[in-house]
């Protein structure tokens, strides 16, 4: 008995196996970014490199409309990065939504805004 115990209190104390995923660490626009001219792309930074083939990113305005050109890519020479490209957008707020495929497996979905409030 006290076998059994002494084995499930090692088995307890072993570190914990990490879990890892793709991270979002920098995006830009940033969260909840207030910009005075519409951005030229949506570029979004992991922590992992992702699966080209299973990472997407959408950008829609207020009324839930696509607005990106839908040309969604992890870059080449960046496998870190995906980013999505923009035509000139009018004042208002839009909604970055993605999911994406790390390498090691995990999937990651999220969302992001930015306003774009225009010239004065």
Do not use: I
């Not at 909840?32 to 990113?57: C, I, K, Q, T």
């Amino acid at each position: 008995m006290r076998a059994a115990w002494a084995a499930l209190l090692g088995l307890l104390l072993l570190p914990a196996p990490a879990l890892p995923h793709a991270v979002l660490v920098k995006s830009v626009p940033a969260q909840r970014a207030a910009l005075a001219e519409s951005p030229a792309r949506v570029e979004l930074w992991f922590n992992e490199r992702l699966e080209p083939a299973y990472s997407r990113a959408s950008v829609t305005d207020e009324a839930g409309a696509q607005v990106d050109l839908r040309d969604v890519a992890v870059s080449p020479a960046y496998p870190k990065r995906l980013s999505v490209s923009l035509p000139p957008l009018g004042p208002g707020r839009y909604t970055v939504r993605f999911r994406v495929l790390s390498v090691d497996g995990h999937v990651v979905e999220s969302t992001l805004t930015f306003t774009v409030k225009g010239r004065r």
